[in-house]
């Protein structure tokens, strides 16, 4: 079992920037590949970000790309999500989540690939 617990989350303006951290527990994070999610209400969840084991490859969803960066610190079992240039669309609930699959290459935007996911945080962007 993983137990993920992200945190970060807040009201900002449009052009500003934050900090999203996952915190997982429960199994070696290094052997995890980590997913960000994105849900708003109404909407299916849809894939933000997603970095591998190592930290060596990363994966963007186009809307966000050039402007959010995903990193982790396996020594300290802490991914993170820095979103820059925030918009009022990118405002949503963002989930952090583990998937056990080594060097999976299929998949990799599809939520049923992340067998473990946090509670979310609230991201809220002003116009």
């Known amino acids: 079992q993983v137990q993920l617990v992200e945190s970060g989350g807040g009201l900002v303006q449009a052009g500003d920037s934050l900090r999203l951290s996952c915190a997982a527990s429960?199994?070696?994070?290094?052997?995890?590949?980590m997913g960000w999610f994105r849900q708003t209400p109404g909407k299916e969840r849809e894939f933000v970000a997603r970095?591998?084991?190592?930290?060596?490859?990363?994966n963007y969803a186009d809307s966000v790309k050039g402007r959010f960066t995903v990193s982790r610190d396996n020594a300290k079992n802490t991914v993170y999500l820095q979103m820059n240039s925030l918009k009022p669309e990118d405002t949503a609930v963002y989930y952090c989540?583990?998937?056990?699959?080594?060097?999976?290459?299929?998949?990799?935007?599809?939520?049923?690939?992340?067998?473990?996911w946090g509670q979310g945080t609230q991201v809220t962007v002003s116009s």
């Open positions: 989540a583990a998937d056990p699959v080594p060097l999976r290459v299929l998949g990799i935007m599809t939520q049923s690939s992340y067998h473990y």
């Open positions: 429960g199994r070696t994070f290094s052997s995890l590949s």
């Open positions: 970095i591998s084991g190592s930290g060596g490859s990363t």
